[in-house]
C-alpha cells in the first residue's frame, strides 16, 4: 500500500487580490507561506516518508513544496517541475480582477468560466513565449483551457510519473493548483462532469489518499 498526499499552495497575491492567474507566474503572500509551513506541520504528524515531490512549473506551487518539504525535513527527495501539473490556463481572462469581469459579464457567466468541466474561457490572441517551457518544445502553452483539457494534459503525467511511484510502494507528494487538482480529484473520486463544479480545493491543505496494491483508493483523509 502507497500514500498520496496533494496540496494546493499556499495564497497567492493573485489569490488575495482577486486576480484570475493561470499560467502566470506570481509570488505567494506572507499568509500564503504560513499556510505552506502549517500544511508541513500537518503533514509531519503522518510521520509520512515520500519517495518524490511533483509540483508545476510556477514559484507559488514550487516555493509551497519547499516550505513543505524543510517542515517535514525531507528537502533531500527527488522534486520533479512539470508544465502538465500548471494551473488551469484562463486565457484571455488572466490578470483581470474577477470582481470587475464578473461586473462586465454576470455571475452566472463568471460561475461557468470558473467551474464547469467542458468551457472554454475567452482565449488569447497570441501568445508570447515563455523561456521556461523552450525545453518542452514549442506550443506548449495554450491559448486558454476548459478544466477538460486541463484533465487531458494532466492525465499523462499522472499516467506515466506518479502512478507507477504508487504502485512500486513509494508515497507520492504533489504540490499544485485549484484546477489541476480538481482535475485529478475528479480521476481519483470518480467524479461525474457535472459534479465537479461542487469541488473545492482550500489553499493550504493537505489530502491524503491511501491506495492498494491496484491503486484503488481504500482512504482519503483531510488533514
Not at 507561506?33 to 518524490?52: E, M
Amino acid at each position: 500500500m502507497a500514500t498520496l498526499v496533494i496540496l494546493r499552495h499556499g495564497e497567492s497575491v493573485a489569490n488575495r487580490d482577486n486576480i484570475f492567474t493561470g499560467w502566470n507566474d506570481v509570488l505567494l503572500t506572507a499568509k500564503g507561506r504560513q499556510q505552506a509551513q502549517a500544511a508541513g506541520k500537518l503533514v509531519a504528524q503522518t510521520g509520512l516518508q515520500f519517495g518524490a515531490v511533483h509540483t508545476s512549473m510556477l514559484q507559488r506551487a514550487i516555493v509551497t513544496s519547499n516550505i513543505v518539504l524543510e517542515a517535514i525535513d525531507q528537502l533531500y527527495i527527488p522534486e520533479y517541475k512539470s508544465w502538465r501539473l500548471n494551473e488551469r490556463h484562463y486565457g484571455a481572462l488572466r490578470g483581470k480582477n474577477k470582481a470587475k469581469v464578473r461586473e462586465q459579464v454576470g455571475d452566472e457567466q463568471i460561475k461557468i468560466w470558473r467551474r464547469s468541466f467542458k468551457t472554454v474561457p475567452p482565449l488569447l490572441d497570441h501568445l508570447v513565449q515563455d523561456h521556461r517551457y523552450d525545453r518542452f518544445g514549442p506550443h506548449i502553452e495554450p491559448l486558454g483551457e476548459s478544466l477538460e483539457m486541463a484533465y487531458h494534459r494532466l492525465m499523462p503525467y499522472w499516467v506515466d510519473q506518479i502512478a507507477p511511484r504508487l504502485l512500486d510502494g513509494h508515497n507520492q507528494l504533489v504540490v499544485a493548483h485549484g484546477s489541476t487538482l480538481r482535475a485529478l480529484i475528479k480521476y481519483l473520486d470518480g467524479v461525474a462532469d457535472e459534479d465537479i463544479s461542487r469541488v473545492e480545493v482550500a489553499n493550504g491543505e493537505p489530502i491524503q489518499y491511501d491506495f492498494d496494491d491496484r491503486l484503488n483508493v481504500r482512504r482519503k483523509l483531510i488533514l
